[in-house]
């Protein structure tokens, strides 16, 4: 059965890649499996149909048949555990994978989505020009963990697997900030996981929306 997933029809990534139906993407290209893609516009993430899909109005959704799963990391455990490709079949090597997709996405996102955030939430507020080096000082303290754990490593644990596709996902949202680019070997790791053919495909499918839905 192919599964279903959601996108957005206009993505405020502006083709980037960056948007949380690119990790889906990927992940399906690693495993080899063939997908289809609802596009949905704001308005319609907000409507019945798709609350029913998912409860916060977001994308990223999943069906397969009468399965329905949203968030990004949800769906990609179940794609990694039941397809070959980004989970280690040895129980332990399994279990530190996992690991780093929490990793990714509950102590190395948290900061950088903040930091995203700030000027739109928080730009008429006084005490941002006070607050955007506090954020950035708070990813720094990550970013030096995580460049030291990762060394001269070419994965985070032994080969390529779902919580490197998350980590490199969650790292390329500091693009264009300077953060990474001060650690050579994460700004190495990155490109690594960019340079995969998965990886390629799953950003050229998404940039397609963006181009369609540009005229360009």
Known sequence: MIPTITAFEAS???????????????????????YDVRLVSFKAMKQPAHLARHPFGQIPTYEEG?????????IIFHIAERHAGLLPSEANARAR???????ALNTVE???????????????????????????????VRMD???????????????????????????????????????????????????????KRAFDAQLAVFIAASGD
């Open 66 to 74: 009468d399965l329905v799963l949203f968030e990004s990391g949800s």
């Open 12 to 34: 405020p990534d502006q083709g980037m890649g960056l948007a949380r139906d690119m990790r889906v993407r990927w992940a399906l290209e690693e495993v080899g499996q063939p």
């Open 97 to 103: 994978a996992i690991t780093w997709m929490f990793a």
């Open 110 to 140: 948290p900061p950088i989505v903040e930091l995203e955030q700030a000027p739109f939430v928080e730009g008429d507020k006084p005490w941002l020009a006070e607050r955007i080096p506090m954020l950035k000082d708070r990813i720094r």
């Open 145 to 199: 963990q995580l460049s030291d754990r990762l060394g001269e490593a070419e994965w985070l644990d032994g080969a390529f697997s779902a919580g490197d596709l998350m980590m490199v996902m969650v790292l390329r949202r500091l693009e264009g900030d300077g953060i990474v680019e001060d650690y050579p070997n994460l700004a190495a790791y990155v490109a690594r996981g960019q340079a995969r053919p998965a990886y």
